[in-house]
């Protein structure tokens, strides 16, 4: 049975950092990502990281702010999010797929982790 657990959410006030983890068992996947959803506002993409290479892709609003990465032999994702902004709050979303397209899309991942909460103060 697959689980993802994440962990490394808070508070915190605008300009800080934080990094997300999130910890899969059960078996590996080609590409690990987070999502977040903020109050009133559908499930975004964030940012995907594949398995063999480590291709990275991210939505434009994190980029130069935000670096995902991943340890293989842990299994494991991290989201290191610099310069926070009050509009990154949010309940972020790990996520596995084993395919290799639409990797900004909700439907292309197979498991979800239950999400934690990141609130950035201004």
């Not at 006030?13 to 996947?29: I, K």
């Not at 990154?88 to 909700?106: E, G, I, K, N």
């Amino acid at each position: 049975q697959v689980q993802l657990v994440e962990s490394g959410g808070g508070l915190v006030q605008a300009g800080v950092s934080l990094r997300l983890s999130c910890a899969a068992s059960g078996r590996t996947f080609s590409v690990m990502g987070w999502f977040r959803q903020a109050p009133g506002k559908e499930r975004e993409f964030v940012a995907a990281i594949g398995w063999g290479r480590g291709n990275t892709y991210y939505t434009d609003s994190v980029k130069e702010r935000f670096t995902i990465s991943r340890d293989n032999a842990k299994n494991t994702v991290y989201l290191q999010m610099n310069s926070l902004k009050p509009e990154d709050t949010a309940v972020y979303y790990c996520a596995v797929t084993s395919r290799l397209s639409r990797l900004t899309t909700t439907a292309t991942y197979d498991y979800w982790g239950q999400g934690t909460q990141v609130t950035v103060s201004s």
